[in-house]
């Protein structure tokens, strides 16, 4: 008797903290799951991040320029070398981008961290005096989903996988605060062009020479430059796809500066081929041609592309620059994103001395763990241990903004969740002793899903 007394007295105060406190907990986010804000568009997560110290952001750094070497020699491309002087103008770039919460390659003078209003005034001013490009990526915790980040967006991509430098420095800084948490940011240069701009040349007389090339204006001979870039172009492959033969890949392209779909905000993960610049000319892509398959069971299902364009066509490309008449790229973008777990076939065909050839590739994209596909409210069942990866199919290439995830999850029932991107959702249950069921909802579509726990 006296034990049932108890029994009833904590049920009656579990009901009472239940509609006191209890449910005002079970209706707010976890900081675990944080909501990704409204104004942020949907690749930008924004998951929680400690400040990078100076002694992380070394490490990561080292351990972003050792990631990248290995997916470029992957490719047989030149490995890239470390430079101090990029080094210093991408970390102070970074530096300024999580100060003041900005995602762009511009500088506005005034802000804290100002060092330059371009990336090339930067590098001038860390000491490089040769031409350089910028790649940015932001908000991880940690180098590698930067570096893919980068690889799935094009423009970026085409910049890491440049076949005429060898030379890169590599910023990371965070300080966990704000839309930027954290910054990646890569600078890439030519070693035998910034020795040219240090120590420039005499040109013979008469000979055509680059003005503008260094800060100095000191005439650098158009021979020497082109020497210093096929120099390096020379160790590198004809040409050049990503995703590679065999590669297993993110399924998803969100948006970049500048952006190649601005239509879209999620689409799929596009398939590019560039040419090595010593065969640009020789080369000629037929568009037309380009095509991506999704290969299951022995069967082809055609992908939609949303754009497909290369350098000539690029529609980004610089108003007052002059109009390119020879391939050096060509890019896939497919209109919607690909599968998770999926093998993909791309192939296009080209000229090349008067002969049509065909290049014909397979990759796939990455597995997840007990995939899902929702599409409306359900309920699943889940066991303690079990993960699953819960995808939202997006109805179109322009998702709305303001992706949130709400959760009811009783006392008792310890379940754990993360975003793997925008559309995807991975959820664990870590224990529940007793059973039940919790409840997981999703915007945008309101979809609510209910997991019962098996035992």
């Known amino acids: 008797m006296v034990l049932r007394l108890l029994i009833y007295l904590l049920v009656g105060l579990f009901v009472v903290w239940f509609f006191t406190v209890g449910l005002e907990r ?32 070394q490490a990561q750094e080292a351990e972003a320029l050792r990631y ?14 470390g430079n101090a002087k990029l080094a210093e103008a991408a970390r ?37 005096q040769s031409p350089v490009a910028e790649v940015i990526a932001y908000n991880h915790a940690s180098p590698y989903p930067m570096v893919d980040d980068l690889m799935s967006a094009i423009y970026h991509r085409l910049g890491l996988l440049n076949m005429t430098q060898d030379q890169i420095g590599i910023g990371v800084a965070g300080n966990g605060e704000g839309q930027v948490k954290s910054a990646l940011v890569g600078l890439l240069g030519n070693k035998a062009l910034e020795a040219l701009c240090e120590q420039p040349p005499t040109p013979k007389p008469g000979a055509l020479a680059f003005t503008q090339l260094c800060p100095s204006g000191a005439p650098i001979p158009k021979r020497a430059v082109a020497q210093a870039m096929s120099a390096v172009a020379k160790t590198n492959p004809k040409l050049v796809a990503w995703p590679k033969s065999g590669a297993s890949v993110p399924p998803v392209f969100y948006e970049e500066s500048p952006d190649p779909l601005p239509e879209c ?34 069967k082809s299902r055609p992908v939609k592309a949303a754009a497909i364009f290369g350098n000539r066509k690029d529609p980004n490309r610089q108003e007052d620059a002059p109009a390119p008449n ?55 069942s889940i066991r303690e241990g079990q993960t699953l990866t819960l995808y939202f199919p997006p109805k179109s290439c322009h998702n709305p903004d303001g992706i949130r995830l709400q959760r009811q999850i009783p006392p008792g029932i310890n379940a754990q969740a ?3 991107d925008g559309e995807t959702l991975q959820v664990t249950l870590k224990s529940a002793p007793f059973g039940g069921a919790f409840n997981l909802r999703y915007q945008p579509g309101d979809i609510q899903i209910r997991f019962e726990v098996d035992s």
Do not use: C
């Open 68 to 81: 990248l070497n290995r997916i470029r020699q992957s490719l047989q491309l030149n490995p890239l070398s």
């Open 326 to 380: 020879k391939d050096q790229w060509i890019a896939f973008f497919p209109q919607q994103r690909l599968n998770w777990n999926s093998r993909y076939q791309a192939e296009i065909q080209y000229w090349e001395n008067h002969t049509t050839k065909t290049m014909r590739w397979n990759f796939f994209t990455e597995k997840q763990p007990g995939l899902v596909e929702i599409r409306q409210s359900q309920t699943l």
């Open 418 to 420: 993360r975003f793997v």
């Open 265 to 298: 905000n999620v689409s799929g993960y596009p398939v590019h081929v560039q040419i090595n610049p010593i065969f640009v000319g020789r080369i000629q892509f037929d568009a037309d041609s380009f095509k991506l398959y999704e290969l299951e069971d022995e």
């Open 26 to 57: 079970i209706m707010t986010p976890p900081k675990d799951l944080s909501d990704i804000p409204a104004l942020q568009k949907t690749y930008q997560k924004t998951p929680t991040i400690r400040p990078v110290t100076l002694q992380m952001a």
């Open 92 to 128: 102070h770039h970074a530096n300024y981008s999580t100060l003041n919460n900005i995602q762009a390659h511009p500088e506005q003078p005034g802000l804290a961290g100002f060092t330059g209003e371009t990336p090339q005034l930067r590098a001038n001013a860390a000491g490089y």
